[in-house]
């Protein structure tokens, strides 16, 4: 803004010297002169203030002040020059690109006019232009900022040669520095003049012995011409002016573990581990990829897992060391230590939904139901509008037998819940679980008809309804239907077939249901205390009354919790 002023005030200037000199001189002052002075005093008063609005942003309005200023004088460079500019800020890059050179018409000489065409020419990716303008301003002024200016739009227009002799000027006069010598080596390779590009970086290196920036240029350079012997031995050379330098063990371990060096690249990853220098996110690549490479084998977990301790020991409020953590410590089954892991990374940054959605998921995994109220509830407070977080809250309440409030999550969780069948269908089979226990038989009987219209065959859902179905004496043709779907599904699954036995001795077809549970038993159901009772019942109404009995006495014998088993014992006949 300031700069803008100043040119505006520079015009007025000029035009007042022009006004005194005219009246001045030796011609006599006419009316003419004062037509002339009043002309200027206008053209200043227009250039002000379309300065102004300029600084302010208002380009509209700049535009039309400038160009009354050109009404006043067409050729006023000045105004030309500050047009390109405006055009530029609007993205009209013919007209900016014309302004600019008349202005340096009006100034041939001007360097700000021949940065102006220079800048819109490189970004309009006309570079040999712009490379021309450049050297206008470089013969003007060389200094090293206006020369690097030239280089890289020589570079952008192939004229590697050209710019290797602008940046030789520019060492001329501040010296010689790494980036120099870097942007020379480049150059050089550009143009396939790979010796002189290496004779560069030897004398470098050898010039500074003790500077680490030009040896680790030469060990660079070696390898990216494929001496990696030669780099190798460069980057040892470094080690003993920089033992602990991270950056040198970084290379020294891309090289070991290329070579298949495995031991030397696990020592110098210590090094990298133990440093406090290097960024986490260099560190945090390193073990993705070991990550990758452990999926396929696994011995070096122990050494990996040193490293993630020397992580956290490096940066120990850092989230992401604690969040890799978890992972290696999950995709190892250590859920628990993963979960805790992960709860650290949540100290350091709680605004992490796929952080928090772990968490929440080992708690329930692992049936840590109080730590899953605290853990959703405390996500709720952070995360209001996630469902995914009501569906836990609602679980953990489930699982605590808290079936109003869960019932009330779940809902709420449910009415977010946007284009997503699966969430969708979780939430649905809680609710039913949820209402079911809280006897409300038609709310859960609804909520399960609900995960069938997402998907048809959840065979563990048509197992559970049918059979809550069957235990409620209702829709019993239904649930023999879902029954039979799940048991095709899975002919394998005794408790499946248990279901279909108890429905048709719900409805009094006990030679069918013997025949269901007798398949129930040849798949492992013989087993189970439920099955082996319900075995015993479907005898007795089979008129084998003593078989009945023995079944009875054998599901005790197994465990049952059945509160009616000792009854039928002692009394010897089926109890409802």
């Known amino acids: 803004m300031k700069w803008i002023i100043y040119i505006a005030f520079c015009l007025a200037s000029t035009i007042a010297c022009k006004t005194s000199e005219d009246l001045t001189g030796d011609k006599p002052q006419d009316d003419n002169n004062g037509i002339v002075s009043k002309k200027e005093a206008e053209l200043k008063a227009y250039f002000i203030e379309a300065a102004s609005e300029e600084a302010k942003g208002n380009l509209d309005k700049a535009l039309v002040l400038y160009q009354k200023c050109l009404g006043l004088d067409p050729d006023n460079h000045a105004v030309h020059f500050e047009l390109s500019k405006v055009y530029g800020q609007m993205s009209e890059l013919s007209k900016s690109m014309n302004h600019a050179e008349k202005a340096i018409e009006g100034d041939p000489k001007n360097i700000w006019y021949l940065k102006q065409a220079a800048s819109l020419y490189a970004y309009s990716s006309q570079f040999e232009l712009a490379a021309s303008y450049y050297k206008q301003v470089v013969d003007i002024d060389d200094s090293p900022e206006n020369l690097l200016d030239y280089v890289n739009a020589l570079v952008r227009a192939g004229k590697t040669e050209e710019a290797i002799g602008a940046i030789s000027e520019i060492e001329k006069q501040v010296g010689t520095n790494p980036e120099i010598v870097n942007q020379k080596y480049q150059l050089y390779t550009h143009i396939g003049k790979d010796k002189e590009a290496m004779d560069l970086m030897k004398k470098a290196a050898a010039d500074h012995p003790n500077d680490i920036a030009y040896q680790g240029m030469l060990a660079a350079a070696y390898e990216e011409q494929g001496d990696l012997e030669s780099s190798v031995a460069t980057y040892k050379?470094?080690?003993?002016?920089?033992?602990?330098?991270?950056?040198?063990?970084?290379?020294?371990?891309?090289?070991?573990?290329?070579?298949?060096?495995?031991?030397?690249?696990?020592?110098?990853?210590?090094?990298?581990?133990?440093?406090?220098?290097?960024?986490?996110?260099?560190?945090?690549?390193?073990l993705l990829d070991l990550y990758e490479e452990t999926e396929v084998d696994n011995t070096s977990m122990p050494e990996i897992y040193s490293l993630l301790e020397k992580l956290i020991k490096t940066h120990p409020e850092e989230p992401k060391a604690y969040?890799?953590?978890?992972?290696?410590?999950?995709?190892?089954?250590?859920?628990?230590?993963?979960?805790?892991?992960?709860?650290?990374?949540?100290?350091?940054?709680?605004?992490?939904?796929?952080?928090?959605?772990?968490?929440?998921?080992?708690?329930?995994?692992?049936?840590?139901?109080?730590?899953?109220?605290?853990?959703?509830?405390?996500?709720?407070?952070?995360?209001?509008?996630?469902?995914?977080?009501?569906?836990?809250?609602?679980?953990?309440?489930?699982?605590?037998?808290?079936?109003?409030?869960?019932?009330?999550?779940?809902?709420?969780?449910?009415?977010?819940?946007?284009?997503?069948?699966?969430?969708?269908?979780?939430?649905?089979?809680?609710?039913?679980?949820?209402?079911?226990?809280?006897?409300?038989?038609?709310?859960?009987?609804?909520?399960?008809?609900?995960?069938?219209?997402?998907?048809?065959?959840?065979?563990?859902?048509?197992?559970n309804y049918a059979y809550y179905l069957a235990l409620a004496g209702r829709d019993?043709?239904?649930?023999?239907?879902?029954?039979?779907?799940?048991?095709?599904?899975?002919?394998?699954?005794?408790?499946?077939?248990?279901?279909?036995?108890?429905?048709?001795?719900?409805?009094?077809?006990?030679?069918?249901?013997?025949?269901?549970?007798?398949?129930?038993?040849?798949?492992?159901?013989?087993?189970?205390?439920?099955?082996?009772?319900?075995?015993?019942?479907?005898?007795?109404?089979?008129?084998?009354?003593?078989?009945?009995?023995?079944?009875?006495?054998?599901a005790k014998e197994l465990g049952s919790e059945s509160k009616t088993l000792d009854q039928k014992i002692k009394e010897q006949k089926y109890v409802e």
């Open 237 to 286: 050379k470094m080690l003993e002016l920089e033992p602990n330098n991270p950056r040198i063990h970084m290379a020294l371990y891309r090289y070991y573990n290329f070579v298949g060096q495995k031991k030397d690249a696990m020592r110098s990853l210590d090094k990298i581990f133990d440093s406090q220098e290097l960024d986490i996110d260099d560190k945090m690549k390193i």
């Open 323 to 463: 969040s890799i953590y978890g992972d290696f410590l999950l995709r190892d089954e250590k859920e628990a230590a993963a979960r805790d892991m992960f709860v650290k990374a949540l100290e350091f940054d709680g605004d992490r939904f796929l952080i928090w959605n772990q968490v929440m998921y080992l708690d329930m995994n692992l049936a840590e139901y109080e730590a899953l109220l605290e853990h959703s509830e405390e996500a709720l407070e952070i995360f209001p509008n996630q469902p995914g977080v009501y569906y836990y809250n609602g679980f953990a309440l489930f699982k605590k037998s808290e079936y109003d409030r869960a019932i009330d999550a779940l809902e709420t969780g449910k009415s977010l819940v946007i284009e997503n069948p699966p969430l969708m269908k979780e939430f649905c089979q809680t609710l039913g679980d949820v209402k079911y226990r809280s006897e409300d038989l038609t709310g859960a009987f609804e909520a399960y008809d609900c995960v069938l219209e997402i998907e048809p065959n959840n065979a563990f859902v048509l197992n």
């Open 476 to 554: 019993l043709d239904k649930a023999e239907q879902m029954s039979q779907k799940a048991v095709n599904l899975f002919p394998s699954q005794a408790s499946y077939r248990d279901t279909y036995a108890w429905i048709q001795f719900r409805k009094k077809a006990y030679t069918e249901a013997h025949i269901a549970m007798q398949k129930a038993f040849e798949n492992g159901g013989d087993k189970n205390p439920v099955l082996v009772e319900h075995m015993g019942d479907i005898l007795y109404f089979l008129d084998k009354k003593s078989e009945a009995i023995d079944y009875w006495k054998q």
